[in-house]
Each structure stands twice: as C-alpha cells, then as structure tokens.
C-alpha cells in the first residue's frame, strides 16, 4: 500500500520504516484459556419487560451481550505459579419473546455459572493482576414460568478467562499512524443529484 504509516500488512522490509522504540501501557495476558459447556439448563428471573404485554408469552431466544461480573474470586496457590482459580461468573442476558398477541418482546436477565480452573498467575509486583472473564450464551430451547415472571432455558456456553496486568511495553515502532482519507458513500439513487452543481454555469 502506497501509505506506509497505515495499518495493513507489510510488503517488503519490516525492518524498513522503523523510527524508535516506544514505551506504551498497555493489558498483557499472562494465561486463559476457554471453557464450550452444551445443554446447560438455568431457570432466570426476568425484569425490565418492553414490548408485547398480553400473556403468555412465548419464548423465542436468549443471548448475552459478552459482559461477565466475577463473584466470590478465590486463588488458591498449587505449584509454582499454577494455582486454582475458582468464581462464580454472573451473565447478563436479553430474553426475546412473542406475546399472545403476537407483538414481540424482550426482557433481561442474568444466570450464574460457577467455574474452577487452573491458571498461571504472575509472580509477586508492585502491579495487580485481574481475573477477568468474556462469555457468550446463546439459547434456542425455553418456556416461560406460569406467571411469566422467569423462564427456564437450555443454553450453549463459551467462555474465556484470561489473567491480565497493565503493564508498560517497550515496542519497535514505525511512527503515528497516518489513516487514509475516508471513501465517502454515494447512494446511486442519489448518484446524478450529487453530480449536479450548485449553481448554474456561466452564460457565455
């Protein structure tokens, strides 16, 4: 690519371009792994109701959005820097359903999945390290309580935990990026209308 101060893959010499060392802060993954769990079954209480309001509802689907709070975190040391890393992860989800009347709807929720697992942890610093993990629950299988105030899912589970510091880096770096102007978009409906001049052209 013409610019060489843009992200994108390198052609040539990577050694070509390199201006400095640069010290930068950053989150480093010092262990994780992932966890895929099928068939796991939570009964959830359900808040914030939008949508269809006519009972029952029928269930259609439920998804997480990716966040995970940790509870009850305990590390416990084995050997060395492996130690046993035991949490309950709480998950936050949506619920979608149709209503009697056939409006759609959505709900939220959260489950609880406990884990016990075994990690490296960083040796002894002055800088905290974080357990943290990222989950995606995705459920196609549910049915709705007798008073439509929870559900009971069948759910498919991945989830990573991934042992984190902010550390200082220092990286070889070509320089500040410079980003390529944007390509506007051009709708070709629109295409002869955003052709046309403001004004008229001269008479001659």
């Keep these: 690519m013409a610019n060489t101060k843009a992200a994108g893959r390198i052609t040539g010499n990577p050694m070509c371009g390199l201006c400095e060392r640069v010290c930068i802060e950053a989150k480093k993954i010092f262990d994780g792994c992932v966890g895929r769990f099928g068939n796991v079954t939570f009964t959830v209480a359900l808040s914030d109701f939008t ?7 029928t269930f259609e689907r439920a ?63 002055v800088m905290p390290y974080s357990i943290e993990a990222t989950t995606a ?15 009971t899912i069948t759910c498919c589970i991945i989830q990573t935990v991934r042992v984190i510091m ?19 978009y051009a709708d070709e409906v629109c295409e002869g209308i955003f052709a046309r001049p403001i004004f008229p052209p001269s008479a001659t």
């Design 51 to 57: 949508g269809g309001t006519a009972t029952p509802y």
């Design 63 to 125: 998804v997480s959005s990716g966040s995970t709070t940790l509870n009850n975190l305990t590390v416990t040391t084995i050997r060395g820097n492996r130690s046993r890393v035991a949490f309950d992860s709480v998950i936050p989800i949506t619920v979608y359903y149709t209503d009697a009347a056939g409006v759609s709807g959505t709900a939220q929720g959260a489950v609880t999945f406990s884990r016990d697992v075994v990690l490296t942890i960083p040796s002894d610093s």
């Design 137 to 151: 629950l995705s459920s196609n299988i549910g049915a709705f309580s007798s008073d439509n105030a929870s559900v």
């Design 166 to 184: 902010t550390v200082e880096l220092l990286v070889p770096s070509y320089g500040y990026c410079e980003y390529p102007s944007c390509e506007n």
